[in-house]
């Protein structure tokens, strides 16, 4: 069999939105460049021999691979995905497959998979994903899994938004330098359960850089935390791209330094320690000695933070405002409010303090500020009625 493993391009993602395909395919594990991607798989069920899985065939050329549509070894507590059942290559965890399982503790791939939307969803006692080799994820693959706490993708791979939906207790992954990353926080989100100091381990091991560009840009954007590991060859790549807000632990070679320096603690705040905090726009020179020799990297950052209200906004009086963002806080600076000296109307901070409500105490006009990252203040009014 054929292996090859291989990235279309961006056009050919966009084209594929377009037409409204459902199974969005932008790599794949083990097939030719020239074959359609994603085919149906047929319509009959087979049980493997060994009594673990129902799956589906797909026709790949002149071979026939499998889709898992269903776990059905409803007694295991962890399974290794196989490459191969019942001699078939093993491309797709399907829609829904290990749906609602109760057992599982902790899920591994070996060789090249894609896994479908829901494929996992609500497996409500699995703890641990590793993926040994490629991996691409679809949104909400793994919605829903409570207890899920540790994710890690060692090698290539691919994750869309929301693929670690609801996942309450996910608090740590561990990615390599060649992930790709789209839309929301790199999946590790929930609009309306935002999980709190989450960290993410970004590898940075390889002489690829860009993926983790990308990763660190959404997880900062979010107010994640992260830890980002380095090594010599990184200091010789171009600027370094990150979001105002992001708070890194940069280490050398996976160990910790106190001799870490920034050129302009006002942009990007570096303790000697390796601790970063994006504060606001701006480039610093980010500095550190190892023995005799200095490694410097100019890190940007790419926007300020941000704070927007419309200059009509009304609320009643004894009632609360929408929720508002505050883009680009980092997690570990309080935010600084002055609330309406009148008293007409106060903020009340939530979560983490990146988002905010506006409580109306009586009728009357409010003047209210936010400082964010002890730099910039958002000046507001609002009318009370």
Not at 342 to 360: D, F, L, P, R
């Amino acid at each position: 069999m054929k292996k090859t493993v291989f990235f279309k391009r961006v056009s050919a993602i966009i084209m594929v939105l377009c037409l409204g395909v459902t199974s969005m395919i932008t790599a794949g594990a083990t097939w030719d460049d020239e074959d359609v991607w994603p085919p149906e798989p047929k319509d009959e069920v087979y049980t493997s021999q060994d009594g673990s899985f129902e799956y589906k065939l797909m026709e790949r050329g002149t071979d026939l691979t499998a889709y898992i549509s269903k776990f059905i070894d409803e007694s295991a507590n962890s399974v290794e995905i196989p490459s191969e059942i019942d001699g078939h290559r093993v491309d797709v965890i399907g829609n829904n497959a290990f749906e609602n399982n109760t057992k599982l503790t902790s899920v591994k791939t070996t060789s090249d998979i894609l896994i479908y939307t829901n494929a996992f969803t609500n497996c409500k006692a699995l703890k641990t994903f590793i993926a040994e080799n490629f991996v691409l994820l679809e949104t909400k693959a793994f919605n829903g899994c409570s207890a899920l706490g540790s994710v890690s993708i060692n090698k290539t791979g691919v994750i869309y938004n929301n693929a670690f939906y609801s996942c309450k207790n996910l608090k740590e992954a561990s990615v390599s330098s060649d992930i790709n990353l789209y839309n929301d926080s790199i999946g590790f989100y929930d609009k309306n359960k935002k999980v709190d100091n989450f960290v993410m381990k970004i590898t940075l091991d390889k002489e690829k850089f860009g993926a983790n560009d990308q990763a660190l840009y959404y997880c900062s954007y979010n107010g994640f935390k992260s830890k980002v590991m380095m090594t010599k060859k990184d200091f010789t790549s171009d600027n370094y791209n990150i979001h105002c807000g992001i708070e890194t632990a940069l280490k050398y070679n996976g160990k910790t330094l106190k001799t870490w320096k920034s050129s302009d603690n006002s942009v990007i705040k570096l303790t000697k320690n390796g601790k970063l905090t994006a504060l606001k726009k701006g480039t610093a020179k980010i500095s550190v000695k190892v023995g005799k020799n200095t490694y410097t990297r100019v890190f940007k950052v790419t926007k300020n933070p941000g704070f927007s209200i419309r200059k009509d906004y009304k609320i009643k009086k004894g009632s609360k405002s929408q929720t508002f963002d505050i883009i680009g806080k980092a997690p570990s600076i309080k935010n600084i409010y002055t609330n309406d000296k009148n008293g007409v109307a106060k903020i009340v901070e939530k979560a983490s303090g990146n988002k905010i409500v506006i409580k109306g105490l009586k009728k009357g006009t409010a003047t209210l500020k936010i400082k964010v990252n002890n730099w910039k203040t958002f000046k507001f009014t609002i009318k009370v009625v």
